[in-house]
């Protein structure tokens, strides 16, 4: 057997919860291996049992065959296990040098010596083709560079063994082209990698075996060569998946939304949307594509009255709404899933179930003369979680506990159940694995197909295209076409949202 | 992980940080030479062991529970409220000037005397509340100054408004006295008044607005999260502005009994009492929930009643309580050191 890290059996349970059931993963030296489950499968979770930071109910770890017992991140940086993870550890105001020796100073009397730690990550650098300069300070790099400092960290204490947390997740398209040249590169230098994510087409690309998770229990461990996509996403879902959203055509009504000659500034005074037109009609998703920053953000602000309009109109059935408070503008039938979930979505301190009436919690049922009542409070937040399959422990854990995606199941199904005539959508897939995606894309077709008006925000033009009856192309905080996803393409909706072609609305 | 500590260690941890607080304590009279058992029998017969001492523990216990929830009050809603030393000094001053000036019956003198303590602390945490939900400017600042402003500001209102340049008003007529001729004789003439009852229903009220009201959900969900609270329709500024009154005015009811109560009229305060900061170690103690500030002030009570008798008693000098209970606050602040240590236990149990 050639295998460097094996986790045998391993289970590790929380309070209410079992994070992790019998799952083995075994790591072969000189390969990629995926790790690949749901958001809130375990992944992580698993990943922090190797890394020392949780210990496990039962199983055993075994690392080069020898059973060993990671009781902390040092034993594992011992071992030779190195984490990359999704959220970066690095001291901004700090340079990449010393931000790689921090705690392993090269020291030279009593002084740090800089001079060899210098020369010590350049030498690595060069070795894994990282092109990292080892004197900039981090707040100056990209995220893509940081992302590599962290990679040389792991380098620089040995690590063989290198486990990757949704590496994709914060990089652009170019800078994940490169990651994956920089997977080969350690491959080629004997290094071996755990890659933890829930994106097919990475898997496919640089993987060489898989093990899918699903809910906690190990499910499978399988070569990537002869997969497909569709085989790995029902593996880890647990049936089969449509990538493509079925949807009947839509039948539009009335106009739901109307914004005209909208003017808003952004939180540094610029012009963020321009002279901005726009409808909405029942019994349509219109989806709105663009590059960000192109002043999205704030047409969903001005339009649910987060932020005041300089100029122009928005009516909701018919009714200027512009000049409303956030409150009255949800009473009038505006349902808003927010960009942000951690910051706008949810009061993560709170029970679940109290996020579940955020907005409803004055009215009855949910009160009366100003008294709480948490039994219907619970009740309603029971039936959401069930009807929405948020899985949590119970209605009064606190938000922060669940997993993203159950996180944003939640805020859908709160804003979905108070049937608002509009829906906005903002990002509501945004991190989220194939079977979530495919649960709220249906979500908000439904809503549609019950006469309602949806308007969708997104940065994925796949999400956009497969979803939208009309897109709407924004540029510089103006709509400037509008064109019929079935009759458009990728391409022209990539130029189209570059600003250099400009086309007439098909409307 | 999933949540940074368990109802059971938040009950847990301050019982724990007590004991290890009066262990240390222990240690510390050993080394300089007492006899711990008899300081703390000593503290104990001084704070509970008699009816006298008893009546002067719970009238002891009374500011310190408002000044608790005062500091609990605007914790639970994001704030931090350092300004309730000051808030309770205007709230004395206000409850004993209304006691003065006015000539009316109990019924209605009382209630207004309590209420005056009340509206003056509010109106004193009022600034520092506006001041934040309009210009953005840090409580903890502005709260720290208002203090030094309430202490010199009661004692000018004390010598040139309410007496005739004296160092101590006219006592409250008693109208507008909340002294107990019943306690007093049960408990063989302590300064034990009514204000416990009205502290108790404090605690009530403060767990009803906090946990029962739409009220007390929006202020807590401000103080969790501004930007999701906005999302949400509430109107922020108003809920910090209001959340500081609220507080406010429990710290000024706090003042009202001292001054209608324990002391029944006002005087100069060279220094500033001390009670309305030792609320923010009540609070801290008490997990900012209304049933724990209780206990949290009981203990708060006991062991300042008990030190007054320490030295008579055992030789034990009054400061070791204060020692006490330093080493009581930083267990509980430093909590995560008990969490883990409990952690390490249990797995050793295993």
Request: charged content about 20%; glycine content about 10%; proline content about 3%.
């Amino acid at each position: 057997m050639d295998y460097v890290v094996e986790m045998l059996n391993i289970r590790k349970e929380f309070p209410g919860i079992v994070a992790n059931d019998n799952i083995t993963l075994q790591l072969k030296k000189g390969e990629i291996h995926a790790l690949l489950g749901e958001n809130g499968a375990g992944k992580s979770t698993l990943m922090n049992v190797l890394f020392g930071l949780y210990q496990p109910e039962k199983g055993e770890i075994k690392v080069k065959g020898k059973t060993v017992k990671i009781t902390s991140p040092n034993i594992a940086n011992d071992l030779g296990i190195g984490m990359v993870h999704q959220h970066f550890m690095l001291v901004d105001t700090f340079t990449v040098t010393e931000n790689i020796v921090l705690g392993l100073e090269p020291k030279k009397g009593l002084n740090i010596d800089m001079k060899k730690a210098e020369k010590d990550v350049q030498e690595i650098s060069d070795r894994y083709g990282l092109k990292v300069d080892p004197k900039a300070k981090i707040a100056d790099i990209s995220v893509g560079m940081q992302q590599r400092v962290e990679i040389l960290k792991t380098l620089y204490r040995g690590a063989e063994m290198l486990i990757f947390d949704e590496p994709t997740a914060v990089l652009t398209p170019q800078e994940i082209k490169e990651l994956t040249q920089i997977f080969r590169t350690l491959i080629k230098e004997g290094k071996s990698i755990i890659l933890i994510t829930h994106k097919l087409k990475e898997i496919i690309e640089v993987c060489d075996r898989v093990t899918v998770i699903r809910k906690g229990v190990g499910i499978e461990t399988l070569d990537v060569e002869g997969t497909t996509p569709t085989q790995l996403a029902s593996l880890m879902v647990g049936r089969e998946v449509l990538f493509k959203t079925d949807k009947k055509p839509a039948v539009p009504k009335d106009t739901v939304l109307e914004i005209s000659k909208l003017n808003v500034k952004d939180s540094r005074g610029v012009d963020a949307v321009r002279n901005l037109d726009l409808t909405v009609r029942s019994g349509e998703i219109v989806g709105i594509a663009g590059v960000d920053g192109n002043g999205q953000s704030e047409l969903i602000e001005a339009i649910t009255g987060l932020k005041k309009i300089q100029s122009g109109s928005v009516k909701l059935n018919g009714k200027e709404i512009s000049k409303y408070k956030t409150r009255k503008i949800t009473e009038a039938g505006v349902g808003h899933i927010p960009q942000d979930r951690h910051k706008h979505g949810l009061v993560l301190d709170f029970p679940i179930g109290d996020n579940m009436v955020l907005q409803t919690y004055y009215s009855k049922p949910y009160s009366k003369y100003s008294v709480l009542n948490n039994k219907e409070i619970n009740k309603q937040a029971k039936k959401l979680i069930q009807e929405f399959d948020v899985r949590t422990p119970s209605e009064t854990t606190p938000a922060r506990a669940l997993s993203g995606g159950n996180q944003q199941k939640a805020i859908i199904g709160r804003e979905v159940d108070r049937d608002p005539d509009l829906l906005i959508a903002a990002q509501p897939t945004r991190g989220l694995d194939v079977g979530a995606i495919e649960f709220i894309h249906k979500r908000l077709i439904e809503q549609r197909d019950n006469g309602k008006a949806v308007l969708l925000i997104s940065f994925e033009l796949e999400e956009i295209l497969n979803v939208s009856d009309r897109i709407a192309v924004i540029y510089e905080g103006n709509i400037i076409a509008i064109v019929d996803p079935k009759e458009t393409t990728e391409q022209e909706l990539g130029l189209l949202m570059a600003g250099s072609k400009k086309k007439v609305g098909a409307e | 992980m999933f949540e940074r500590f368990s109802r059971f260690q938040k009950i847990l941890i301050p019982l724990i940080s007590v004991v290890l607080g009066l262990i240390v304590g222990a240690i510390i009279m050993l080394v300089s030479g007492f006899n711990p058992i008899q300081g703390y029998a000593a503290l104990l017969k001084g704070s509970l062991g008699e009816s006298f001492y008893i009546g002067e523990t719970i009238r002891q216990i009374t500011p310190y529970i408002f000044a608790g929830l005062a500091v609990a009050f605007a914790f639970r809603t994001g704030l931090f409220n350092i300004g309730v030393e000051g808030q309770l000094l205007v709230g004395w001053v206000a409850s004993v000037w209304v006691g003065l000036a006015f000539d009316l019956p109990k019924i209605i003198h009382l209630p207004m005397a309590i209420l005056a303590g009340a509206l003056a602390g509010a109106l004193w945490a009022f600034i520092p509340g506006i001041l934040k939900a309009r210009l953005r400017v840090h409580e903890v600042i502005v709260t720290i100054m208002m203090n030094y402003i309430a202490l010199h500001f009661c004692n000018y209102l004390i010598r040139f408004v309410i007496s005739d340049e004296q160092n101590t008003t006219d006592r409250v007529p008693e109208s507008a006295s909340l002294k107990s001729p019943f306690f007093e004789t049960l408990t063989e003439f302590s300064t034990m008044h009514y204000g416990i009852f009205l502290a108790l229903a404090a605690v009530i009220i403060y767990y009803i607005i906090l946990e029962r009201t739409t009220t007390g959900f929006e202020l807590r969900s401000v103080g969790f999260n501004q930007n999701a609270s906005e999302y949400a329709g509430m109107n922020v500024n108003r809920n910090i502005v209001l959340s500081m009154l609220i507080s406010g005015a429990f710290a000024g009811l706090g003042g009202a009994m001292e001054g209608l109560g324990t002391f029944g009229y006002g005087f100069i305060h060279g220094a500033f009492s001390g009670v309305g900061f030792d609320g923010i170690a009540v609070a801290l103690l008490g997990g900012n929930v209304a049933l724990g500030i209780v206990f949290a002030a009981a203990l708060f009570g006991i062991l300042k009643q008990g030190a007054l008798i320490m030295p008579l008693e055992s030789g034990v000098p009054t400061e070791l309580v204060e020692i006490v209970i330093a080493i009581i606050i930083f267990f509980v602040a430093s909590s995560y050191i008990i969490a883990y240590l409990l952690q390490r236990l249990k797995k050793g149990a295993k």
